[in-house]
T-cell receptor
Framework: GAVVSQHPSWVICKSGTSVKIECRSL??????MFWYRQFPKQSLMLMAT?????????EQGVEKDKFLINHASLTLSTLTVTSAHPEDSSFYIC?????????????FGPGTRLTVL | AQSVTQLDSQVPVFEEAPVELRCNYS??????LFWYVQYPNQGLQLLLK??????LVKGINGFEAEFNKSQTSFHLRKPSVHISDTAEYFC????????????FGQGTILTVHP
């Protein structure tokens, strides 16, 4: 149990286009999902926290108008990179939070490799 | 706010040797601590976590870690590594008042040589 999927696993796009990445919790409901970005040879940096049915909370320095997050259901959150540029090329990883009693845990998706030409 | 420091960016080791990956954290509140493993071009897999109770935590794949509050450390250990343990390892912390917002260390690349 506790499987999180991401689609697509990799995408190449032209500069100026928009790209949508989906994150799904396959066998549990996640009221909270998180989006991280990982540049080559660096750690994961939290971009935003997504709560089902409400606006996402963005970390300092992350442009909310550029990285649109929608959490329309308890099993799906989407990240749209609008007007992508080469500097947006990165590995994007989502995670879904699951609460079991007093135990809170995040389960990570396999990541999406975005390359902007 | 919390921060995590992984003291070694790369750790080379021979197969069947013991290994320790070091992690120190800072926080003004109580914390939950995690170790994750990441294989190339993949997401993160949880190795183990410390929430409360016994300070020695055992995880998957033979890994264990010890929470040391006085030294603010959470070092990861394995008594005998395998080639398949070659990966990048991340230490992470969640502050007691900030559920879910994981702060990651810089990562340690473990390379196991035959």
């Amino acid at each position: 149990g506790a499987v999180v999927s991401q689609h697509p696993s990799w995408v190449i796009c032209k500069s100026g286009t928009s790209v949508k990445i989906e994150c799904r919790s396959l066998d549990f409901q996640a009221t909270t999902m998180f989006w991280y970005r990982q540049f080559p040879k660096q750690s994961l940096m939290l971009m935003a926290t997504s709560n089902e049915g409400s606006k996402a909370t963005y970390e300092q320095g992350v442009e909310k108008d550029k990285f649109l997050i929608n959490h329309a259901s308890l099993t799906l959150s989407t990240l749209t990179v609008t007007s992508a540029h080469p500097e947006d090329s990165s590995f994007y990883i989502c995670s879904a939070g699951r609460t079991s009693g007093s135990n809170n845990e995040q389960f990570f998706g396999p990541g999406t490799r975005l390359t902007v030409l | 706010a919390q921060s995590v420091t992984q003291l070694d960016s790369q750790v080379p080791v021979f197969e069947e040797a013991p290994v320790e990956l070091r992690c120190n954290y800072s926080s003004s509140v109580s914390v939950y601590l995690f170790w994750y493993v990441q294989y190339p071009n993949q997401g993160l897999q949880l190795l183990l976590k410390y929430l409360s109770g016994s300070t020695l935590v055992k995880g998957i794949n033979g890994f264990e870690a010890e929470f040391n509050k006085s030294q603010t450390s959470f070092h990861l250990r394995k008594p005998s590594v395998h080639i398949s343990d070659t990966a990048e390892y991340f230490c992470a912390v969640v502050g007691g008042t900030s559920y879910g917002k994981l702060t990651f260390g810089q990562g340690t690349i473990l390379t196991v040589h035959p």
